[in-house]
């Protein structure tokens, strides 16, 4: 059984991800998370721990970032690419399969609670990251390799620092894509 408690945004989700893995799972009921919701999300993680994994899109990345903002537990984040969750045009964790679900799980990554730059501005430019008309593709195959989903320009620098990644294993997977791109 998963130690910490699966945080989701709605219904289907929970019972999706109930489907995949023996865990306690809770859901935010959207977007619009109650300041007595969050209070009760705040307090059934505060002794386990949490392990956000929302839906890949706008709302997603919003609660994603609200659950940060307020919980006091250590917390990870699991991705699903929006390719693996989305069926008839609906993206959302309940359309990705009990394996996809179950790897996002186990790739889940810790939050570092301290700050840290390992990663810069200076770092995106130098490794086209930013600033080349490819700079898109690169971080996709970047985010994709590390398991991150697919953020843009700003959340890929903070996800760098926030998920404890080393420079050497970043510029390793740049010279992987630089030598398939030759």
Same mark, same amino acid.
């Given at each position: ?58 709302? &997603?990345?919003?609660? *994603? /970032?609200?659950?940060? $903002? ?5 917390? %990870?984040?699991?991705?699903?690419? +929006? ?44 490794? &086209?990251?930013?600033? *080349? /008309?490819?700079?898109? $593709? ?5 985010? %994709?390799?590390?398991?991150?989903? +697919? ?32």
């Amino acid at each position: 059984m998963i130690q910490e408690v699966i945080i989701v945004e709605g219904k289907d989700d929970i019972t999706r991800v109930r489907q995949a893995l023996d865990c306690e799972v809770i859901a935010t009921g959207g977007i619009h998370i109650s300041p007595q919701r969050m209070k009760e999300i705040v307090e059934i993680t505060s002794r386990r721990g949490a392990i956000i994994l929302t839906d890949p899109d706008h709302a &997603g990345g919003k609660i *994603r /970032a609200m659950l940060r $903002r307020n919980l006091t537990c250590p917390v %990870k984040e699991a991705f699903i690419l +929006r390719e693996l969750c989305t069926a008839e045009g609906d993206v959302g964790i309940e359309n990705a399969s009990p394996e996809e679900i179950r790897q996002a799980i186990e790739r889940a990554k810790p939050i570092r609670t301290e700050k840290t730059t390992h990663f810069d501005s200076a770092f995106m430019f130098r490794h &086209g990251l930013t600033g *080349r /008309a490819d700079s898109k $593709r690169r971080r996709e195959y970047v985010a %994709k390799k590390l398991h991150m989903g +697919r953020p843009n320009g700003k959340e890929f620098l903070r996800r760098l620092n926030a998920f404890a990644y080393e420079v050497d294993e970043v510029e390793k997977i740049l010279q992987e894509l630089d030598g398939r791109d030759e």
